[in-house]
């Protein structure tokens, strides 16, 4: 929590000249613990949101406009606030700032000049949401207390997402942000937009393992599996008309019909449905304590992505078949979007110390970088920090 205290009132003042008392808002980043690219298709998944956090001081202004500067890219960008409404995305940062301006600005809510000092724990492009966490921020930034239901906040921050910044995505990282609970993780269904908050086994640790890679194809690879998935549906739809996504489908029906469905979409299809059900029986083994069985369905997870979904990449798989050799490893599988970014490991508590000294090792030995590794610890949502 390194920006709670002062520390980001005095660079915000600093940055902007301003003796200016900011209001200081926080939205957490969130690791997905299992059911990848499932909420696209509005099944489950299962995040927790992290404490690692992105921060954002706000205070009014009077220069007529929205500005923002962001500590991590020690970039400064603004807006007129009067152009917010018609503003266009211009490929940056800021986008996502501007993007979220502009859908409260639709939904009926004025944006008065202000300045907004943004600094974030969260790594970007590493899969563990740190553009939702700028969105979610931005957004109870500038709300400044104004009263906006839960769920719609999340609606949002993916609406600007997808419709400004251009990026397809689920709703899990906003909701997550939004929704975060600490000692809980999230089951979100993605179609009810509904949740419940499961307890994890208090004697295992979740950790994120950084790869420090992140290969360029992520986004349009994204837009091809979004396309892929719909076509698995346009094929399943011929012989069950009820099919409208592919939360639709049971697995032991695809089992049996899926010859009837490209072979392309049919992989993308196996993994979504599969993944989908990995998530009701994580959640399950969970609840029973049962790390093993946890572990099992990690490992059958990102099989799936790597084989079926192919959103894995080299050095991924060998962080995850790395991991699973050690011992007091349960699990490990990729998390996020894909192409890199982080694994996530469920490691016995007594085992996290060898685990990191060990993979650490063999990942530098192998790609001369050394992972970061993250204590992921579930935290709330969004809110005043
Ligand atoms: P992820 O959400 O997995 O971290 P994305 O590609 O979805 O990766 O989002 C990363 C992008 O979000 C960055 O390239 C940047 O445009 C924006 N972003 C996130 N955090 C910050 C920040 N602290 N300052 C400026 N931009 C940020
Ligand atoms: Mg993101």
């Known amino acids: 929590m390194a920006f709670v205290s002062g520390e980001i009132v ?5 940055q902007f000249q301003s003796a200016a008392t900011p209001l200081v808002y926080r939205a957490p980043g969130r690791v997905n613990l299992i059911g990848e690219h499932t909420d696209y298709n509005l099944g489950y998944v299962f995040p927790i949101a992290l404490e690692m956090a992105c921060y954002i001081a706000i205070a009014p202004a009077a220069h007529g406009k929205l500005r923002v500067y ?3 890219f020690d970039k400064e960008a603004s807006i ?8 266009k995305p211009t490929k940056q940062w800021s986008d996502y700032v501007f993007g979220v301006a502009q859908e409260l600005v639709k939904a009926g809510f004025a944006i008065e000049p202000c300045d907004m000092f943004v600094a974030s724990e969260v790594p970007t492009g590493s899969g563990l949401s740190s553009s939702a966490a700028l969105e979610i921020a931005s957004a109870v930034a500038l ?11 999340a609606k949002l921050g ?14 899990m990282d906003q909701y997550a942000a939004v929704f975060g609970h600490a000692g809980a993780a999230l089951k979100i269904d993605c179609r009810s937009l509904g949740h419940e908050y499961v307890e994890l086994p208090s004697n295992v640790r979740i950790i994120a393992v950084n790869s420090l890679v992140k290969h360029e194809l992520g986004t349009s690879a994204y837009r091809e ?8 549906v346009a094929a399943l739809k011929e012989l069950d008309p009820k099919i409208e996504s592919l939360r639709d489908v049971a697995l032991d029906f695809f089992e049996r019909v899926q010859d009837s469905v490209p ?24 609840r029973k304590n049962d790390l093993a069985e946890m572990g099992r369905l990690f490992v059958a997870s990102h099989r799936s992505m790597q084989y079926d979904y192919q959103i894995s990449c080299e050095e991924i798989d ?14 490990s599988r990729m998390t996020g979007g894909g192409f890199g970014g982080c694994t996530v490991n469920l490691v016995a508590p007594e085992a996290v110390d060898t685990f990191r000294q060990q993979l650490s090792a063999l990942y530098n030995a192998r790609y001369q970088k050394t992972p970061a590794f993250y204590d992921c610890l579930p935290a709330e949502g969004a809110g005043l920090a």
């Open 158 to 171: 993916q609406r600007a997402e997808s419709q400004f910044v251009g990026m397809p995505c689920g709703i």
């Open 10 to 14: 005095d660079r915000f003042r600093k």
């Open 70 to 72: 962001s500590r991590d």
């Open 263 to 286: 072979m392309v979409p049919r992989r993308r299809a196996r993994h979504i449905i599969s993944d989908t059900q990995r998530v009701v029986d994580l959640a399950t083994a969970a």
């Open 225 to 232: 599996r979004v396309a892929e998935c719909q076509q698995a």
């Open 80 to 87: 007129a606030v009067t152009d917010i409404a018609s503003a």
């Open 318 to 331: 060998f962080l995850v078949d790395s991991a699973i050799k050690i011992p007091g490893v349960y699990g």
């Open 143 to 153: 709300l400044g207390g104004r009263a906006f239901p839960k769920v719609e906040l």
